[in-house]
């Protein structure tokens, strides 16, 4: 089975957010999704205020996405942002979390591989 967008979607709908009972993707948290044959790029665009917890959510995400069959590494970036700027500089508008660098982005970014 191809490796798609929508599988991707459907493999995350099972990574919960244990405080609020919702998945990441109902929470809105996972705003892009690139493949490049057997790799996947995510970003999760989280509140400022709850950056730092949400890292084991990020994780959970990563290994969800390398369960997958036909991937072999995931990249997770999340990112935080305050005030009302953050809707105006999704991916999806915009450039700007496709070409920063996590660190620049104010947010982690791991790359795991499977198999390595």
Known sequence: MALTEDRIREALAAVTDPSQNRNVIELGLVTSI?????????????????????EPIRK??????????GVTSATVIMTAHEGSDTAACRPARCRCLRSVPAAHAGGQRQTARRGW
């Open 34 to 54: 690139k493949i490049s044959d057997s790799n996947v790029g995510i970003i999760m665009e989280v509140p400022a205020h709850r950056g730092p917890a949400l």
């Open 60 to 69: 959970r995400v990563e290994e969800a996405v390398l369960a997958m069959d």
